[in-house]
């Protein structure tokens, strides 16, 4: 069965820190896609990065950075300098077959000023 | 913007009422998703749908059904509302790109019932 842990319901940091937040799943598949999505405090759902289980490089867009490491079943995801603008909820989330996504349930992150 | 809409953005209703969620895509997107949102759940999948009259459930899909009868819209109906249905509905399609499949989600729902 699927499954996605994100231990940490809630991380508050003052603006300019970094942050990490942790993402372990489970699955039976050989091959998958991880994703992270990103929720505002306006409510939408905003899609981050789409990683695939073949590829353990890490990625860097911005100030954004993703650690994927298969040996761990682990993808986390790190802001580096966080800015109040990136007070969000972030879920991880791990498709199966017809692309159903299996949602953590979510991190808030809050960055004070 | 993978232009998604959904109607209503917020509904209160009242236990027993029937209630229909709208999601409308103008991208003649394949597939279509229905979840929704509840503190410290994440997203769970109620139903989807694989084309026009094909749909299926997700994991909690009691007390919902849908109906697809054109590509665009997918509609979502809560048959007796009850006070556990209240939550967030978020629409989804899925994307499909030379690497892989990406779900887009609509703006949301936020229904009420009391």
């Known amino acids: 069965a699927q499954k996605v842990t994100q231990a940490q319901t809630e991380i508050s940091v003052v603006e300019k820190e970094d942050v990490t937040l942790d993402c372990v799943y489970e699955t039976r598949d050989t091959t998958y896609y991880l994703f992270w999505y990103k929720q505002p405090p306006s409510g939408e759902l905003v899609f981050l990065i789409r990683?695939?289980?073949?590829?353990?490089q890490n990625e860097i867009s911005g100030r954004y950075s993703w650690n994927f490491q298969k040996s761990t079943s682990s993808f986390n995801f790190t802001i580096t300098a966080s800015q109040v603008v990136d007070s969000a909820v972030y879920f991880c989330a791990l498709p199966k077959q017809g692309n159903k996504l299996t949602f953590g349930g979510g991190t808030r992150v809050l960055v004070k000023p | 913007d993978a232009g998604i809409t959904q109607s209503p953005r917020h509904k209160v209703t009242e236990t027993g009422t029937p209630v229909t969620l709208r999601c409308h895509q103008t991208e003649n997107h394949r597939y279509m998703y229905w979840y929704r949102q509840d503190p410290g759940h994440g997203l769970r999948l109620i139903h989807y749908s694989y084309g026009v009259k094909d749909t299926d459930k997700g994991e909690v899909s009691d007390g919902y059904s849908v109906s697809r009868s054109k590509t665009e819209d997918f509609l979502l109906t809560l048959e007796s509302a009850t006070s556990s249905q209240t939550s967030v509905y978020f629409c989804a399609i899925s994307e499909s790109t030379g690497e892989g499949e990406t779900q887009y989600f609509g703006p949301g729902t936020r229904l009420l019932v009391l």
């Open positions: 990683r695939n289980s073949f590829d353990e």
